[in-house]
């Protein structure tokens, strides 16, 4: 079946310190892959997405290349900020299926 | 643009009773998904519904549970005779049919169930 499979969180970091969180895939397929975002008390935003290998999405200074290879889409980010705190979601969806298939969640903690 | 609305925010339910929950999606958006999230775990897929039409349901347990999207109002979804193992975060998300975005799912702020 299709999962995916999140790093183990908490995760704290300091401010500006480089993040990056993993995330592994198992599907049928090529699916479209996404990390959303949920910050306290707020419904999930959509962060990034890349819909086929080799793709880069980026987005607010965040970026995850789809890596069939490894069946990944690990997040990055340089350099962190207080404001980036949140629980981080990677997420697919298989071709023909509109249903999100999520991982976990890694919860990210930014200290000033 | 209004984002998606959900309400309410917070329900508490005694064992045996009936949640409803109901979520208003984004103007212009015809397509509904409902997910459910357990402590600890990642967002479940439930149903996914267009107005008036449900179009998968493979992850909606097969009792208790019921979800509609009438022609006019919110999406429902509803919960017959609680317990507490339906105490979870239920996230609606909708979608548009055409244009920039078809078929990317926004997510409301979710509705928090806790059976007493």
């Known amino acids: 079946g299709n999962s995916v499979t999140q790093m183990e969180g908490p995760v704290t970091l300091s401010e500006e310190a480089f993040l990056t969180i993993n995330c592994t895939y198992t599907a049928t397929g090529y699916p479209s892959l996404f990390w959303y975002v949920q910050y306290p008390g707020e419904g999930l935003q959509l962060l990034l997405k890349?819909?086929?290998?080799?793709d880069k999405g980026s987005n607010k200074g965040f970026e995850a290349t789809y890596r069939k290879e490894t069946t990944s889409f690990h997040l990055e980010k340089g350099s962190v900020q207080v404001s980036d705190s949140a629980v981080y979601f990677c997420?697919?969806?298989?071709?023909?299926?509109?249903?999100?298939?999520f991982g976990k969640g890694t919860k990210l903690t930014v200290n000033p | 643009n209004a984002g998606v609305m959900q309400n309410p925010r917070h329900l508490v339910r005694r064992r045996g009773q009936e949640a409803r929950l109901r979520c208003s999606p984004m103007k212009g958006h015809s397509h509904v998904y409902w997910y459910r999230q357990l402590p600890e775990e990642g967002l479940k897929f439930m149903v996914y519904?267009?107005?008036?039409?449900?179009?998968?349901e493979s992850g909606m347990p097969k009792e208790r549970f019921s979800a509609e999207f009438p022609k006019e109002g919110p999406s429902i979804l509803r919960i017959q005779q609680v317990v507490r193992g339906d105490s979870a975060a239920y996230f609606c998300?909708?979608?548009?049919?055409?244009?920039?975005?078809?078929?990317?799912?926004?997510f409301g702020p979710g509705t928090r169930l806790t059976v007493t």
């Open positions: 890349a819909t086929k290998a080799d």
């Open positions: 519904l267009q107005k008036e039409n449900i179009i998968d």
């Open positions: 997420a697919l969806k298989r071709g023909g299926s509109e249903k999100l298939v």
């Open positions: 998300a909708s979608s548009p049919l055409n244009g920039p975005g078809a078929y990317e799912q926004y």
